[in-house]
């Protein structure tokens, strides 16, 4: 949201403001061109229905939260998301951007998106038809209301289970309860497991109470973790207790707090340096990659780890910007 400077000869109730955009409901983009004239108060009060409609359209899922006989209104919105650098298909002839066109081949045309529908194929080729409003008949009472079925240690879970996690916040009527909620939850150590309906699919869901507020984590059916093949078959009889003694003294080496700021996404980070380098004509010279081989001798490798292990390691990067140097002029020929 932008706005403008109001003039030096303006009075103070008045402010002057032009060209602004928000989002309202829908993610609909309005944009308003013309200058409006209003009273500070007035404009004040735009500026926060606004901003909470903008928080609202943002939101991931809205109902309540069932306790018991206690209701607690509350709206979902996304805790994390992943980041990358995504790049566009080109046409290698034109680098013209390719674009995913929809085309019925019995009609053989290009179609628009109001004329699609749904349909299941219960055949090959033979569909199901289906209204958005005959697939919202479907909706269980878990896609408005998610209930607390019972309440765990989080450490029973095995966070394999993990999905998604969501912030949830809740609306100013519900507050209190909430509040209610997350303070009992905290002081028994005890997590909530819940159900909700959301993006077609009932979630069975884990609810943490943490200092800042309640946070949820979406997480797998029992039927959708796969089992790795030979995984948990490794024979242990070869280790030997001085090996096991040499490697529990590394990890102690290694143990400390976690702290996420550490961390970041290299791979991420070299393909920026790769962008960058490109929109400015740069040279890019490459790293070579550390190779690495498994250990023949497992107490020798051990026994150097330790010796060997520096304060704080650095990350090399592959990627180093080599800047342009100006050519220097050539020497000129003797003769004779």
């Excluded at 901003?51 to 919105?77: C, D, H, M, N, Y």
């Amino acid at each position: 949201m932008q706005f403008g400077t109001p003039h030096a000869t303006d009075p103070p109730e008045i402010l002057f403001y032009r060209k602004f955009a928000f989002y309202s409901s829908g993610y609909n983009i309005r944009i308003i061109t013309h200058t409006i004239v209003l009273p500070v108060s007035v404009t004040l009060r735009i500026i926060d229905a606004l901003t909470l409609e903008a928080t609202v359209a943002a939101s991931t899922w809205k109902g309540f939260l069932s306790f018991g006989l206690v209701s607690i209104p509350i709206r979902l919105s996304p805790a994390a998301r992943t980041e990358r650098i995504s790049f566009n298909q080109l046409h290698n002839v034109c680098h013209t951007r390719i674009k995913m066109p929809l085309f019925c081949p019995t009609c053989n045309r290009m179609v628009e998106r109001n004329e699609i529908e749904k349909g299941y194929e219960y055949e090959k080729d033979q569909y199901l038809l289906f209204t958005e409003a005959e697939i919202e008949e479907a909706e269980p009472d878990s896609a408005r209301t998610m209930e607390i079925i019972e309440f765990v240690k989080v450490e029973e879970i095995d966070p394999l289970y993990f999905d998604a996690s969501y912030y949830a916040a809740p609306e100013k009527e519900g507050a209190k309860a909430y509040h209610l909620l997350l303070d009992a939850m905290m002081e028994t150590g005890y997590a909530a497991i819940a159900k909700v309906t959301m993006h077609s699919r009932e979630n069975i869901v884990i609810i943490r109470a943490r200092k800042e507020g309640l946070t949820l984590h979406t997480m797998f059916y029992q039927n959708e973790v796969r089992p790795a093949v030979e995984y948990g078959s490794t024979d242990k009889e070869n280790v030997k207790e001085q090996e096991k003694a040499l490697a529990m003294r590394l990890i102690d080496s290694l143990a400390t707090q976690f702290k996420p700021e550490k961390f970041h996404d290299a791979y991420q980070e070299n393909l920026q340096k790769l962008i960058d380098a490109k929109a400015h004509g740069q040279k890019l010279t490459i790293v070579p990659h550390v190779s690495k081989a498994p250990a023949i001798d497992l107490m020798e490798a051990l026994k150097k780890s330790l010796a060997e292990k520096p304060a704080q390691t650095q990350e090399q990067a592959p990627l180093r910007v080599v800047p342009k140097r100006a050519e220097s002029p050539r020497k000129a020929r003797k003769t004779g």
